[in-house]
């Protein structure tokens, strides 16, 4: 991958900040999105610069205002002439997800409307955007991170399994009109995976025994575990492959 650039949202935290390290080691250059932390921001960049001596970068967006991404990629304009790969990562959490993330009967549509926002238009905006920078390089693979939320019942989790199933629905969208342009669009579909975002659940050690116990592989999902799917649809190995959702769940999904 040396001389491409990746560009990801959320880059700081959990499957995001596996992506970058597992792209800058194959030598891609990085960059990526952060909601608020800066230091933390720069410290994975100067890290994975000194580690792979590749360029990485680090710009701030909040997803519930995906039309920033628009600023987002002026930045990276100046810093990078080509973008070969573009992953919507990013996911809100805590006070944007109130009415969004709990039983059926307490959800309230502006919290169901902020994952809409943060997962299908913070997509779309910036899968737009990508599609602009790679038609002039002759293609590009853009990846929307899912969940198989989407397709297993978990408890508390409807907002998100039903704004997942709906950019799985886009990407499927965006690979028939890309195509043309020699991009392809698919998803990377992952079961529970122990990163913040998991822990923040109420009932997290009661869904960690869970998939360990319905896992043949007995064991929770790392963020590292969905790296390679990346890798796989970013590469030349997967040139026929757009418009499915690869599923990554330890087994879990038809236990
Ligand atoms: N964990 C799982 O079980 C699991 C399973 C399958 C798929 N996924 C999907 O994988 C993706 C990453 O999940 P994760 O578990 O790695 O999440 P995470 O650990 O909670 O990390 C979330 C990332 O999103 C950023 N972020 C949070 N709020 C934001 C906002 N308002 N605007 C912009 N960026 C924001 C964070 O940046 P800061 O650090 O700056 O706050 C952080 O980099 C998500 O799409 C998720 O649905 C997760």
Not at 9 to 15: A, D, E, V
Not at 172 to 198: C, Q
């Amino acid at each position: 991958m040396q001389g491409k650039t990746l560009l990801i949202s959320g880059g700081t935290r959990g499957i995001g900040k596996a992506i970058v390290y597992a792209f800058a080691e194959q030598g891609a250059n990085v960059a990526f999105t952060y909601n608020s932390k800066d230091e933390v921001a720069n410290e994975i960049v100067a890290d994975v610069e000194s580690k792979y001596g590749i360029k990485a970068r680090a710009y701030k967006l909040n997803i519930l205002e995906p039309e920033e991404y628009k600023e987002v990629y002026k930045a990276f304009d100046e810093d990078f002439d080509r973008l070969d790969y573009f992953i919507s990562n990013a996911i809100i959490s805590g006070r944007a997800v109130v009415g969004g993330f709990g039983p059926f009967m307490r959800l309230k549509p502006k919290g169901l409307n902020n994952i809409y926002i943060a997962t299908v238009d913070a997509f779309v905006v910036g899968a737009q955007e990508a599609a602009k920078r790679m038609e002039k390089i002759g293609g590009g693979s853009i990846i929307s991170m899912s969940s198989t939320g989407n397709l297993v019942y978990t408890p508390n989790y409807a907002g998100h399994g039903t704004n997942k199933a709906a950019v799985e629905a886009m990407v499927r969208y965006a690979a028939a009109e890309l195509g043309e342009k020699g991009i392809r669009v698919n998803a990377v579909s992952g079961g529970p995976i122990d990163t913040d975002a998991l822990r923040a659940f109420p009932n997290y050690e009661e869904v960690k025994s869970e998939v360990v116990r319905r896992s043949p592989l007995s064991r929770m999902g790392e963020a590292q575990d969905l790296t390679g799917a990346c890798l796989f649809l970013c590469s030349n190995a997967s040139s026929w492959l757009t418009g499915q959702t690869i599923v990554i769940d330890g087994g879990t999904t038809f236990q």
